[in-house]
């Protein structure tokens, strides 16, 4: 798709088709939400750890410099790590630097990286908060800078720097601005008892970030049946009296909360692969990240705490909680009772989309929005799997409307090519054609291991075409080092043939005046 | 009858010079099969294959000289690939050019270096950067691990290291190989 040709977003009407539900997404699957057990208790911010444990690798983009050393005293809020162009990290509590070192992450891979060890002093000591005063007034360049200091990134779960996201926005002329509630995976509920129980914060967040958009309007969207959310968020923009801002409900179709699904089921628009949403004027943030929004701008608090969902059947007293930054997984399951008897597998994220996690040791990250405790009757025995019967169950439900078994086969036997032809990137890993396979081919993993097999080779041809230059470099300046040399030669022969013959003329020249000096002689000695 | 002959001839005669003209003015000069038999070689410049870099043994495939199974660097994907664009089939790595090795890079020792640049002047990538009589490093980003700095070193203090994926580097495995499933306890 060529980028140029979508720069003006067309202006989309939007006020009749919102939540009208004529419109709807390609594929997707019913599920069982089980989201209940986890939203029977308000959300608490659980006791102080002992150690809080903060990664350096929390966005989307490279790993933060820390500006902290060990020893040193931070405050709460007081910011530790910084990488240009990805978003802030901030200390989550007032205490004392223990270490910098390689520790457990939430990684899918299960490698430990780079974080920043602080234990808490019990103080609470903020760091001098700066926010943004009269924000109804403020220039958007303001809110954006703001968002970006304070280490905002999306909380759905892709964790991308958030003013990068509005600086784009800015730059494209965005008119609606979708607020995404519609937390689609089972079990997950922590955006739904963040709309129920922080409303007005979201809306204010709405409001922000409405102002640095330069917005027309803004949609919530959230599920079909979270009834507590929309009478609390309703009430919240009433509240407001915001009249550009609404409330829309969308169809519980797994996965609609995915940002291309849901901008689909908001206004029939699909936004064009390898595109951005902007490209159609449209920006989508979530909930929570509106939340925070709210409290960058309006009271100056850094990103340091999130909500999140802990739940399954291997939790005893599954909740929801807010958490700092930092905290170990461990020691939020304490908090809510422990884990039960028959508890075999911890994913991070839901059951979809999420990854397992070998220890409980690593700590809540920006990112993080669910600890899924699974026991042994939870998870399906692994089925043998068996070769594809091309039933095309797959290409049915995926919502990226792509082909899983030709991208299988294709993978499977190495024709990048066609990957790359037949859309691999466009696949958003939600596991639907996993989910309906007969044949139980991992077939999310096959496309996992696709996408960085693509990427390595990209980074491939990259060295092979810089090594290609500077080989011909190279070769080009030692050829034109030895046409120097041999030039240089042929100089000095030619200045040692000229001296030679030079020589020899005056050599002539002595011998015959020595010649004639003899018969001089010879002649005055005859006399 | 004489005027269909005129015109066929008259249109040869046209068509001819076109083609005459074209085929001088909008000559080749390079040959374009040498150019894409060296986009398919990994770049590595290790001379394993037998000819000195990558583009001379394009330039050798293409006139005969040599067979596609010489080039370790590029593996059982790369001889496929050369299989493909010639229409040839493909063949197992020639043992004599070498086995294929996970991708390396070597590294200065900076104790150990004497800074006699013999390793700089090896270097068919230009990667080594370091004058004489002082420390020598290399550009790990542009190393190719050709290892042709190696023999040249008078001390020894070049050592070769696996390049480690990092958290940002990591990549999915292959389905099938690790069990990507933690067990707990």
């Given at each position: 798709m060529n980028r140029a040709t979508l720069k003006k977003p067309q202006p989309v009407e939007l006020?009749?088709?919102?939540?009208?539900?004529?419109?709807?997404?390609?594929?997707?699957?019913?599920?069982?939400?089980?989201?209940?057990?986890?939203?029977?208790?308000?959300?608490?911010r659980p006791p102080l750890p002992e150690l809080l444990v903060v990664p350096l690798l929390q966005h989307a983009g490279d790993v933060a410099e820390p500006f902290v050393r060990v020893g040193e005293r931070v405050l709460k809020g007081?910011?530790?790590?910084?990488?240009?162009?990805?978003?802030?990290?901030?200390?989550?509590?007032?205490?004392?630097?223990?270490?910098?070192?390689?520790?457990?992450?939430?990684?899918?891979?299960?490698?430990?990286?780079?974080?920043?060890?602080?234990?808490?002093?019990?103080?609470?000591r903020w760091v001098e908060l700066?926010?943004?005063?009269?924000?109804?007034?403020?220039?958007?360049?303001?809110?954006?800078?703001?968002?970006?200091?304070?280490?905002?990134?999306?909380?759905?779960?892709?964790?991308?720097?958030?003013?990068?996201?509005?600086?784009?926005?800015?730059?494209?002329?965005?008119?609606?601005?979708?607020?995404?509630?519609?937390?689609?995976?089972?079990?997950?509920?922590?955006?739904?008892?963040?709309?129920?129980?922080?409303?007005?914060?979201?809306?204010?967040?709405?409001?922000?970030?409405?102002?640095?958009?330069?917005?027309?309007?803004?949609?919530?969207?959230?599920?079909?049946?979270?009834?507590?959310?929309?009478?609390?968020?309703?009430?919240?923009?009433?509240?407001?009296?915001?009249?550009?801002?609404?409330?829309?409900k969308v169809t519980p179709i797994y996965p609609e909360g995915g940002e291309r699904q849901l901008i689909q089921a908001l206004t029939g628009l699909e936004v064009?692969?390898?595109?951005?949403?902007?490209?159609?004027?449209?920006?989508?943030?979530?909930?929570?990240?509106?939340?925070?929004?709210?409290?960058?701008?309006?009271?100056?608090?850094?990103?340091?705490?999130?909500?999140?969902?802990?739940?399954?059947?291997?939790?005893?007293?599954?909740?929801?909680?807010?958490?700092?930054?930092?905290?170990?997984?461990?020691?939020?399951?304490?908090?809510?009772?422990?884990?039960?008897?028959?508890?075999?597998?911890?994913?991070?994220?839901?059951?979809?989309?999420?990854?397992?996690?070998?220890?409980d040791e690593a700590p809540v990250v920006k990112a993080s929005n669910c600890l899924l405790?699974?026991?042994?009757?939870?998870?399906?025995?692994?089925?043998?799997?068996?070769?594809c019967i091309r039933c095309g169950e797959c290409a049915r439900v995926c919502p990226a409307m792509l082909l899983p078994q030709q991208l299988?086969?294709?993978?499977?036997?190495?024709?990048?090519?066609?990957?790359?032809?037949?859309?691999l990137s466009a696949c958003i890993e939600c596991g639907c054609c996993d989910y309906v396979c007969p044949s139980h081919i991992p077939l999310v993993e096959w496309f996992r291991y696709g996408k960085g097999e693509q990427r390595k080779r990209a980074l491939e041809i990259e060295a092979s075409e810089l090594a290609r230059r500077r080989f011909e470099g190279r070769e080009t300046r030692l050829l034109r080092l030895q046409q120097e040399q041999l030039e240089k030669m042929t100089r000095k022969k030619h200045a040692l043939k000229d001296k030679a013959q030079r020589d020899s003329r005056i050599r002539d020249s002595i011998a015959r005046a020595e010649s004639r000096h003899g018969e001089t002689g010879g002649s005055a000695d005859d006399t | 009858?004489?005027?269909?002959?005129?015109?066929?001839?008259?249109?040869?005669?046209?068509?001819?010079?076109?083609?005459?003209?074209?085929?001088?003015?909008?000559?080749?000069?390079?040959?374009?099969?040498?150019?894409?038999?060296?986009?398919?070689?990994?770049?590595?410049?290790?001379?394993?294959?037998?000819?000195?870099?990558?583009?001379?043994?394009?330039?050798?495939?293409?006139?005969?000289?040599?067979?596609?199974?010489q080039c370790p660097p590029g593996g059982e994907a790369g001889i496929r690939a050369l299989a493909d664009l010639l229409g040839r089939e493909p063949l197992p790595l020639n043992p004599e050019n070498g086995e294929v090795t996970p991708k390396t890079v070597v590294v200065v020792d900076e104790q150990r270096c004497i800074g006699c640049t013999l390793c700089i002047q090896a270097c068919p990538v230009d990667a080594i950067v370091g004058a004489a009589k002082l420390m020598h490093t290399v550009i790990e980003a542009e190393c190719t691990g050709c290892n042709l700095c190696l023999p040249p070193c008078p001390v020894d203090c070049i050592d070769i290291v696996e390049l480690e994926t990092d958290i940002l580097h990591w990549r999915s495995p292959r389905p099938g190989e690790t069990q990507n499933v933690a067990v707990l306890r």
């Amino acid at each position: 798709m060529n980028r140029a040709t979508l720069k003006k977003p067309q202006p989309v009407e939007l006020a009749h088709e919102a939540g009208s539900r004529s419109h709807h997404f390609h594929g997707g699957l019913r599920l069982r939400h089980n989201k209940t057990i986890s939203c029977l208790d308000p959300v608490v911010r659980p006791p102080l750890p002992e150690l809080l444990v903060v990664p350096l690798l929390q966005h989307a983009g490279d790993v933060a410099e820390p500006f902290v050393r060990v020893g040193e005293r931070v405050l709460k809020g007081q910011q530790i790590g910084q990488c240009q162009p990805c978003a802030a990290i901030h200390s989550p509590v007032s205490g004392r630097v223990e270490a910098l070192e390689n520790r457990p992450m939430s990684h899918p891979s299960g490698q430990p990286g780079p974080c920043v060890v602080i234990r808490p002093d019990g103080l609470e000591r903020w760091v001098e908060l700066k926010p943004v005063r009269l924000w109804e007034n403020a220039s958007p360049e303001t809110l954006i800078a703001k968002i970006r200091d304070c280490g905002l990134a999306g909380l759905g779960g892709a964790v991308f720097p958030t003013h990068a996201k509005m600086r784009d926005g800015r730059n494209r002329k965005i008119h609606t601005l979708i607020l995404n509630g519609s937390e689609c995976e089972p079990y997950i509920s922590c955006d739904e008892m963040l709309m129920r129980e922080q409303a007005d914060k979201i809306i204010l967040g709405a409001r922000v970030l409405r102002r640095a958009l330069g917005a027309e309007r803004v949609l919530i969207a959230i599920g079909d049946p979270m009834e507590a959310v929309q009478k609390a968020l309703t009430r919240s923009v009433k509240l407001a009296e915001c009249k550009s801002i609404s409330v829309v409900k969308v169809t519980p179709i797994y996965p609609e909360g995915g940002e291309r699904q849901l901008i689909q089921a908001l206004t029939g628009l699909e936004v064009p692969a390898g595109g951005r949403p902007s490209d159609l004027g449209l920006i989508c943030q979530n909930v929570a990240t509106a939340a925070a929004v709210a409290d960058a701008v309006v009271e100056g608090r850094p990103l340091i705490e999130r909500y999140i969902t802990l739940t399954g059947n291997g939790i005893s007293h599954p909740r929801n909680f807010q958490a700092l930054l930092g905290t170990p997984y461990s020691h939020l399951v304490a908090a809510c009772g422990g884990y039960t008897n028959g508890v075999a597998r911890l994913v991070i994220g839901g059951p979809m989309m999420g990854y397992s996690i070998a220890s409980d040791e690593a700590p809540v990250v920006k990112a993080s929005n669910c600890l899924l405790a699974l026991t042994r009757s939870d998870i399906a025995d692994p089925q043998p799997e068996m070769p594809c019967i091309r039933c095309g169950e797959c290409a049915r439900v995926c919502p990226a409307m792509l082909l899983p078994q030709q991208l299988h086969l294709q993978i499977r036997t190495g024709l990048w090519d066609q990957v790359q032809e037949y859309g691999l990137s466009a696949c958003i890993e939600c596991g639907c054609c996993d989910y309906v396979c007969p044949s139980h081919i991992p077939l999310v993993e096959w496309f996992r291991y696709g996408k960085g097999e693509q990427r390595k080779r990209a980074l491939e041809i990259e060295a092979s075409e810089l090594a290609r230059r500077r080989f011909e470099g190279r070769e080009t300046r030692l050829l034109r080092l030895q046409q120097e040399q041999l030039e240089k030669m042929t100089r000095k022969k030619h200045a040692l043939k000229d001296k030679a013959q030079r020589d020899s003329r005056i050599r002539d020249s002595i011998a015959r005046a020595e010649s004639r000096h003899g018969e001089t002689g010879g002649s005055a000695d005859d006399t | 009858m004489l005027i269909s002959v005129l015109a066929l001839t008259a249109l040869g005669s046209v068509f001819g010079l076109g083609l005459g003209w074209a085929a001088i003015r909008l000559r080749v000069q390079a040959d374009p099969l040498i150019e894409h038999i060296d986009a398919l070689l990994p770049q590595t410049q290790c001379g394993q294959c037998g000819y000195p870099g990558c583009r001379p043994y394009a330039e050798a495939i293409s006139n005969g000289e040599a067979d596609i199974n010489q080039c370790p660097p590029g593996g059982e994907a790369g001889i496929r690939a050369l299989a493909d664009l010639l229409g040839r089939e493909p063949l197992p790595l020639n043992p004599e050019n070498g086995e294929v090795t996970p991708k390396t890079v070597v590294v200065v020792d900076e104790q150990r270096c004497i800074g006699c640049t013999l390793c700089i002047q090896a270097c068919p990538v230009d990667a080594i950067v370091g004058a004489a009589k002082l420390m020598h490093t290399v550009i790990e980003a542009e190393c190719t691990g050709c290892n042709l700095c190696l023999p040249p070193c008078p001390v020894d203090c070049i050592d070769i290291v696996e390049l480690e994926t990092d958290i940002l580097h990591w990549r999915s495995p292959r389905p099938g190989e690790t069990q990507n499933v933690a067990v707990l306890r």
